[in-house]
């Protein structure tokens, strides 16, 4: 594999990973939770958003962090899984 290879799929998989607000603009069928979240790991503050039958996470960067209860971040839980595994 040559370098520019392992560059693009490395960006077409944090691509999937970040599911930006804006293209999921329907608010039809979408719930989600009463409060946000921060993750102490990363410091973003995300939500669990059901939609259509799945589950997706939104990552607000633009929000305040003080008064959000504290959770690990589902992309942070999977870092320290993969973490233990190696
Ligand atoms: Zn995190």
């Known amino acids: 594999m040559t370098i520019l290879e392992s560059v693009a799929l490395g960006k077409d998989r944090e691509n999937n990973k970040v599911i930006s607000k804006s ?3 329907t608010k039809e069928g979408k719930i989600t ?3 946000l979240t921060v993750c102490p790991s990363c410091n ?3 939500e669990k958003v059901h939609w259509r039958n ?3 996470i ?3 960067h633009e929000i305040p962090r003080y008064g ?3 959770e ?3 992309e942070c ?6 973490k233990t595994e190696y």
């Not at 839980?77 to 993969?82: D, L, Q, Y």
């Open 54 to 56: 799945k589950i997706l």
């Open 58 to 60: 939104e990552y607000y």
């Open 33 to 35: 939770d009463k409060y």
């Open 44 to 46: 973003v503050v995300w």
């Open 72 to 74: 690990i971040c589902p």
């Open 77 to 82: 839980s999977e870092k320290a899984i993969s």
């Open 68 to 70: 959000k209860r504290k």
């Open 23 to 25: 293209s999921y603009n």
